[in-house]
Nanobody, 128 residues
Framework: QVQLVESGGGLVQAGGSLRLSCAAS????????MGWFRQTPGKERDFVAS????????YYSDAVKDRFTISRDNAKNTVTLQMSSLRPEDTAVYYC?????????????????????WGQGTRVTVSS
């Protein structure tokens, strides 16, 4: 199992950009599908983006498509989420997720309690 640590959250104005990073420790990082989810108080954790093990294919929620970009570097055991054109509704705690047993396409429908690894989360606040 991998351990995940997110960084890069903060306060940004609407229309701005922010880059989140997730550092993974443990073995066989390249065998894990990686993704990002987000959660606001009182709501469920929602899928944001995922990337295949090799990094060649990505998936996004409709809410962030064309604004966010997920990528990974298997040599450095990292996954990033580049967020652009941020909106106040993007305000949330963002979580990095890893699962070796699901595809990137199916990560969006994987039950939250079945995800193999979660980071501790990083807060993103977008002011209007």
């Amino acid at each position: 199992q991998v351990q995940l640590v997110e960084s890069g959250g903060g306060l940004v104005q609407a229309g701005g950009s922010l880059r989140l990073s997730c550092a993974a420790s443990g073995q066989n990082f390249a065998s894990y599908t990686m993704g990002w989810f987000r959660q606001t108080p009182g709501k469920e954790r929602d899928f944001v983006a995922s990337v295949t093990r090799g990094g060649g294919v990505t998936y996004y929620s409709d809410a962030v498509k064309d604004r966010f970009t997920i990528s990974r570097d298997n040599a450095k055991n990292t996954v990033t989420l580049q967020m652009s054109s941020l909106r106040p509704e993007d305000t949330a705690v963002y979580y990095c997720a890893a699962h070796a047993g699901v595809s990137a396409q199916n990560m969006r429908t994987t039950p939250i309690n079945r995800m193999e690894s979660w980071g501790q989360g990083t807060r993103v606040t977008v002011s209007s």
